[in-house]
């Protein structure tokens, strides 16, 4: 199967957004912190303490995130086509299926949703002090503290990590990906595929789950069109 933008894809799949994977309010980006200055090395212990401030929220970010009230996920046919979604406010792009509409929501730069509103993809950017993700940590601590939270819902069953990678983004940026799969008794079985890169001091997060059930299981084809939208994810500043 080709899997340009225009590509024609017949796999079964659902694509929801997770429960825990959109950002809280970026308030906590407002508070003030108190900086102890100490002669001349005021500027590095400001410096120090701002770095770990950023590495929390980074944490909270992409670990604790504000839930979408949605329906466990169900069985969809993906779009006969993708397309190029760009926002050139908040600066990112990637590809999403034609036929699935943009919704207003809270704490999300982006929501598409299919026909049936429980398959859908969202985009998250929040400020931080951070100037790229390797400044919170490589891709392994990241995948880690990724599974580590996952399994500590109590509402997850099994979370088993698939697959991670780097890579870069069309502006040279470092981009992290996450493959893994889900068990909860909020949704059932899941396969979840996340991305996240830091641009102008902003995270941006992309989140990408869908129904993976015994009876239907991911089959190949539709595993190679979701990576294809995890790729696009890109900066456009």
Not at 138 to 164: C, D, G, M, P, W
Not at 213 to 218: C, F, I, S, V
Request: proline fraction near 5%.
């Amino acid at each position: 199967m080709n899997l340009l933008p225009t590509a024609t894809a017949t796999s079964s799949i659902g694509l929801t957004i997770p429960s825990g994977h959109i950002p809280f309010s970026s308030q906590l980006y407002r508070r003030k912190h108190r900086h102890i200055r100490l002669n001349g090395d005021s500027t590095a212990a400001e410096e120090k303490a701002a770095l770990g401030t950023s590495r929390r929220i980074f944490t909270f970010c992409l670990l604790f995130p504000i839930p979408f009230a949605l329906s466990a996920a169900s069985s969809a046919t993906l779009p006969p086509t993708l397309e190029r979604y760009t926002d050139e406010v908040n600066g990112f792009s990637l590809l999403k299926p034609s036929t699935w509409t943009k919704f207003d929501k809270a704490g999300a730069q982006a929501l598409f949703e299919d026909g049936e509103g429980s398959n859908n993809i969202g985009v998250v950017v929040t400020p931080v002090r951070l100037s790229s993700l390797t400044d919170f940590g490589t891709l392994q601590f990241v995948a880690e503290k990724l599974i580590q939270a996952e399994r500590r819902k109590v509402s997850t069953n099994y979370a088993e990590l698939l697959t991670v990678s780097e890579r870069l983004d069309n502006g040279g940026l470092p981009v992290y990906e996450f493959e893994y799969t889900v068990d909860s008794t909020r949704g059932g079985m899941k396969r979840i595929f996340s991305a996240a890169f830091v641009a102008s001091k902003k995270l941006y997060l992309l989140n990408i789950s869908y129904c993976d059930r015994p009876e239907n299981p991911l089959d190949g084809e539709t595993r190679r069109v979701l990576k294809q939208i995890l790729r696009s994810f890109d900066s456009v500043l």
